[in-house]
């Protein structure tokens, strides 16, 4: 069973940028779509972004398209999510996952897409 560890959240002011990494402690997601979420206190977890399995597309929710951008290693197994132009409202415990289905397309953005997830890191964005 895969492990996903994230990491690189923090506290940074508006305007700032972050990177956050996701590895896998046990297993791989080398043939695996993986996707970062995000969730604020009191709102659901949302979809922020996806990267397919071949590393060569990427999708992006509207709110953060232009801003953030995904990539991986699957040599390392990791994946990264780097975060430029932070706003107070990208505030949220952010989340690593694995899809369910291995060789998919790269349009996942539903949590029933996904079965495996990190624990979760924070990032707050001061104004």
């Known amino acids: 069973q895969v492990q996903l560890v994230e990491s690189g959240g923090g506290l940074v002011q508006a305007g700032g940028s972050l990177r956050l990494s996701c590895a896998a402690s046990?297993?791989?997601?080398?043939?695996?779509?993986m996707g970062w979420f995000r969730q604020a206190p009191g709102k659901e977890r949302e979809f922020v972004a996806a990267?397919?399995?071949?590393?060569?597309?990427?999708y992006y929710a509207d709110s953060v398209k232009g801003r953030f951008t995904i990539s991986r290693d699957n040599g390392k197994n990791t994946v990264n999510l780097q975060m430029n132009s932070l706003k107070p409202e990208d505030t949220a415990v952010y989340y690593c996952?694995?899809?369910?289905?291995?060789?998919?397309?790269?349009?996942?953005?539903?949590?029933?897409?996904?079965?495996?997830w990190g624990q979760g890191t924070q990032v707050t964005v001061s104004s």
């Open positions: 990267i397919h399995w071949s590393g060569r597309r990427d």
């Open positions: 046990v297993g791989s997601f080398s043939i695996n779509t």
């Open positions: 996952a694995r899809t369910k289905e291995r060789l998919t397309d790269v349009y996942r953005s539903r949590i029933t897409d996904y079965d495996t």
